[in-house]
T-cell receptor, first 116, second 109 residues
């Protein structure tokens, strides 16, 4: 397996611009998580999907944030419009309860987002 | 709601043993996990406890007491490469995994 693949690795944008982060989970995993990490707030769960269906989006900070999972191999996290306070590292992770790996999340390398 | 508490930082010397504690409050508790994260890297899974007791994986062990809502990660024979942040995490009903704020471990020579 190639692992969880995120793109881009780094994104620098200006306030007000739309940002789209992408994630390809490990093949066969049925859970996908989006986390945001900052020094102040640590690792925050934004949203997670099970079998492509959003289960809990209570961590999504505002309506400016949206996430989709159109199929089992792809997910996006979109911020529109972006603000400087959105600057953080965004991680995507996947896991599989069916494979007995429900407790083990596999993280992507993350996207370092800087909003100027 | 859910909350986890762990020390913000711990310092130890090479070859020593260090214990990182974690207390949690959650509804629908299913288990306690531990993750390691090096600077600039992604969190990686270390261990998981669903039942009370000690789980050992090489130099690392993890303990859980469900009645006390408490667990710890024990690192033995510390090495410089163990310098990293360590996170406890709880899984609740539906698969939701929430992380603590992390403990920064510094291993000194």
């Amino acid at each position: 397996d190639a692992g969880v693949i995120q793109s881009p690795r780094h994104e620098v944008t200006e306030m007000g611009q739309e940002v789209t982060l992408r994630c390809k989970p490990i093949s066969g995993h049925d859970y996908l998580f989006w986390y945001r990490q900052t020094m102040m707030r640590g690792l925050e769960l934004l949203i997670y999907f099970n079998n492509n269906v959003p289960i809990d989006d209570s961590g999504m900070p505002e309506d400016r944030f949206s996430a989709k999972m159109p199929n089992a191999s792809f997910s996006t996290l979109k911020i529109q419009p972006s603000e400087p306070r959105d600057s953080a590292v965004y991680f995507c992770a996947s896991s599989s309860l069916n494979r007995g790996l429900g407790e083990k999340l596999f993280f992507g390398s993350g996207t370092q987002l800087s909003v100027l | 709601g859910q909350s986890l508490e762990q020390p913000s930082e711990v310092t130890a010397v090479e070859g020593a043993i260090v214990q990182i504690n974690c207390t949690y409050q959650t509804s629908g508790f299913y288990g306690l996990s531990w993750y390691q994260q090096h600077d600039g890297g992604a969190p990686t899974f270390l261990s998981y406890n669903a039942l009370d007791g000690l789980e050992e994986t090489g130099r690392f062990s993890s303990f859980l007491s469900r009645s006390d809502s408490y667990g710890y990660l024990l690192l033995q024979e510390l090495q410089m490469k163990d310098s990293a942040s360590y996170f406890c995490a709880v899984r609740s009903r539906g698969g939701k995994l929430i992380f603590g704020q992390g403990t920064e471990l510094s291993v000194k020579p």
